[in-house]
Each structure stands twice: as structure tokens, then as C-alpha cells.
């Protein structure tokens, strides 16, 4: 971004006035919300995050709960899908067994989650980001990074301001908060974000990054799971700023590619760039057959194994998704799409055939069928994946069972563990060709 900009380097969140650097309050509309940084008008890499998203939408669709603690979840896995921030004062938080957050907050209200309706808000605040530049890269249905590079002439404003009325303009057409991160990549636009959620605006400047993310534990950063970051713990390693210390060559020989990420990303350096398409909207496979097929017993196994090629596809692009989708052609060629919100996204086969075989039962009515697939969408990284389902312990064993036995598919081939199923599915094909 060039020099020429503004020399004025504060901006009140309120009303969009450049106050002069060092104002505690906006001089127009008196508002405490400014934001000053020495970098302010020279970054255009963002992360937008809705603030308690779903919970959000709820207490606006409903101005009695705008004042009470809500949980949004329970349902069959008993777990909080989101809260907003009154109940996460009194310690409740995502993904906690909703007994324990009863117990925590015990005077919140619980509403199970409506996927359809956070859906609809998600898309429209995705079409307003794209109106502000075509360089949208959605992580889930409520954040996404930005790439504002270029966009001073469209907007008549700086990145930053832009950013700014876009908040604004959420909280007055919407009715829902956002926090934003302003950074030059997209690591540290993330970490941005969370900074000083909700209704955040926070800057992490080229300048500063090192010595920022020095003192942050390393699980902050991108990629680094609660698995990896106790093995760095065991390693004596516990904050970045004990990486930034280190060797690239070093790190390397002890983790392998990622430590050649920790050395990078520790100092705050990331080359990623913001893409509008993360790669495929959707993952998924299908099948013709040779001769069509009427039974619900001959296509489930084969629904089995072309979920289990999802599967696959999923994990080896480190993906979940939460939409599944059946597809079926008829013997007439009409074409039948039928789909399944989940309220996790999941990338095991056995969640994705669960809720394709509910699908087919539905459909498998005596009519004959040449084609049959199978699709997960509404992509979303491979961490969000699965959480631990409290009502039905069987689902972890069933979890772990499949994770063996990708392990051992990995070591051995596909072929050295296949389920009845899929062996069900062979012999029925083999038939079909006879």
C-alpha cells in the first residue's frame, strides 16, 4: 500500500472519523472505540469473525433473551454448540457437556441449534464481504479472511476504514457483531481477531509481530493441536517465543515439514495467500451401474463404500464438512439430491454413511436406479472435526475404531481392512457385471 495515504493513523469505529493519534475519545461522536496504530493504514489482509454467532442470531430474532445467558446446543449430544459472552462469565463454553454448563450457569436459557436460519445469515454476510473485494476466503460459516489490497479507489477509504463501516454496517442492517483483525498475513490476522473479541478491531503490525506472538503459548499457532502441542510441552517447548530461538534447521530434524512451519510462522511470517476458492466446494463420489437397482439392501453397501472414499478424500485434505448430500438417478434419468445439515462437521465414514442411509431409506421405495453418490459440503478445517458426542459413548469407540483402521490402511493398503459392507458391495457389482 503506498505511502500517500493519510498520515493520521487513529480511527473511531463508531462513526469512521481520523481523529488526530493519541485521542482518548472521538472528537465528532465522543465514542471511547478508537483504534490507533502506527501501521493502521498500511495493512489489507483481515479476518472477520461474528462474535458468539449463533447465540447472536437468536438473541436478535428474540429481544427477551437479549439480556439473559444463552446456550445455544443440547439436543442429542448434549453438548454447547455456542453461548454468548453472559454465560461465558460464568465459565460455560463451546463444546462443554451441556450438564456441566447447566451446573455452571444454571439460570441460562438452552435453544437447540437452527442450522437452516444460521445458514441464510452466514451467506448474506458472505455476499456483503465480497462486495467489499473478491478476494474472500470463507473459513466457516461465520469467519472468513479478506484480501483489501487495491481496493483504496473502489471504497474511497483506507482498508482499514472499509473494514470498519463493514462492522458497522452488520451490527445496523443485520443485527449481528463481528471482531476483525487487521494484519499483513494471515496467521497473524487471526490471531488478530481473537484479541479482543467481541466487537474487536485489532491490529498486529509487521513491526511488532515477533515480539507479540513471543509471550503466546504455541498452541496459537495455526496447526498446532492439542496433540502436538503437548508433545512440544514435553519437548520443554511451551511459548513461541521459545521457537523464535531456534534453529529452522533444528526444528526441522526434530518435527520434520511442520518444524520448518514453527520456525516461519513463530516469527510471524506466513506466504499464504487469501484464495476466494479453498479448493473444492464439496467432496464426493458416486457410482453408475451397469444394470439398475430397486433394493435398499444392494445399494447400502455400496452408499457404504463410496462414503468411505469421502472419508478419505476428507482426511487427506485435512477437511470436514457439515452438509451431506445423497445423490440418485433414476432408470428415467431424473436426477434426486437430497441433503442433511449435521450440527458438527464430521470427515468419518461412518457419520457420513449414518446420514446417507437415513436419506436412502426415504428414497428406496421400489423405484429402480442407474446411479447413486454420496457428498459432504459446507467444508471447514479438518480441527473442527467430530467433537465427543456425550450422549452416545459408542460414537468415540466407533471414532477411534475407524482412525485404527485408517492407520492400518496406511501402513498395509486399503485392502488389508475392509468392512462386510464393502465386501457386500463388490459381490453385488460383480453380479451386476456378470
Known amino acids: 500500500m503506498t505511502q500517500s495515504l493519510s498520515p493520521i493513523r487513529a480511527l473511531c469505529r463508531d462513526c469512521g472519523t481520523r481523529p488526530p493519534q493519541g485521542s482518548a475519545r472521538c472528537p465528532r461522536c465522543g465514542s471511547p472505540r478508537l483504534v490507533s496504530h502506527p501501521e493502521l493504514d498500511l495493512l489489507s489482509i483481515a479476518h472477520i469473525d461474528c462474535d458468539a454467532f449463533y447465540a447472536s442470531i437468536e438473541k436478535r430474532d428474540n429481544p427477551d433473551l437479549q439480556d439473559v445467558p444463552l446456550i445455544v446446543g443440547g439436543g442429542q449430544r448434549g453438548v454447547v454448540s455456542t453461548c454468548c459472552y453472559i454465560a461465558r462469565i460464568y465459565g460455560v463454553r463451546s463444546a462443554m457437556p451441556m450438564f456441566k454448563a447447566l451446573e455452571a450457569c444454571p439460570q441460562a436459557v438452552v435453544i437447540k441449534p437452527n442450522m437452516e436460519k444460521y445458514a441464510k445469515v452466514g451467506k448474506e454476510i458472505r455476499e456483503r464481504m465480497r462486495a467489499l473485494t473478491p478476494l474472500v476466503e470463507p473459513l466457516s460459516i461465520d469467519e472468513a479472511f479478506l484480501d483489501l489490497t487495491g481496493t483504496e479507489r473502489l471504497h474511497k477509504a483506507t482498508p482499514a476504514e472499509t473494514l470498519a463501516g463493514f462492522v458497522r454496517d452488520l451490527e445496523t442492517d443485520i443485527g449481528i457483531s463481528a471482531s476483525v483483525g487487521l494484519a499483513p498475513n494471515k496467521f497473524l490476522a487471526k490471531l488478530a481477531s481473537d484479541l479482543e473479541k467481541p466487537r474487536g478491531f485489532s491490529v498486529i503490525g509487521a513491526a511488532e509481530a515477533k515480539a507479540v506472538l513471543a509471550a503466546m503459548p504455541v498452541g496459537r499457532i495455526w496447526g498446532v493441536g ?147 453418490g454420496i457428498g459432504v459440503s459446507d467444508l471447514e478445517p479438518a480441527d473442527r472435526a467430530d467433537p465427543q458426542d456425550l450422549i452416545d459413548p459408542s460414537a468415540e469407540r466407533r471414532k477411534n475404531a475407524e482412525r485404527a483402521v485408517d492407520k492400518l490402511r496406511d501402513k498395509f493398503g486399503k485392502s488389508a481392512v475392509e468392512l462386510g459392507l464393502i465386501h457386500a458391495a463388490r459381490d453385488s457389482r460383480r453380479r451386476d457385471d456378470g
Open 226 to 372: 492439542k496433540v502436538f502441542q503437548k508433545k512440544l510441552e514435553k519437548d520443554g517447548i511451551r511459548l513461541i517465543g521459545q521457537l523464535q530461538e531456534m534453529e529452522a534447521a533444528d526444528l526441522a530434524r526434530r518435527y520434520g515439514s511442520i518444524g520448518l512451519r514453527l520456525a516461519r510462522l513463530s516469527h510471524g511470517d506466513d506466504s499464504r495467500e487469501v484464495t476466494p476458492s479453498r479448493g473444492a466446494k464439496s467432496v464426493s463420489s458416486e457410482t453408475t451401474f451397469r444394470t439398475d437397482i430397486s433394493s435398499f439392501e444392494t445399494l447400502r453397501p455400496i452408499l457404504r463404500n463410496l462414503s468411505e472414499k469421502v472419508s478419505a478424500r476428507l482426511k487427506k485434505s485435512e477437511l470436514s464438512g457439515r452438509g451431506i448430500t445423497l445423490k440418485l438417478k433414476t432408470a428415467e434419468f431424473r436426477t434426486i439430491t437430497r441433503a442433511r445439515h449435521l450440527q458438527d462437521p464430521t470427515q468419518l465414514a461412518d457419520k457420513i454413511f449414518a446420514a446417507g442411509e437415513d436419506l436412502l431409506q426415504a428414497e428406496a421405495d421400489g423405484r429402480r436406479f442407474r446411479l447413486i
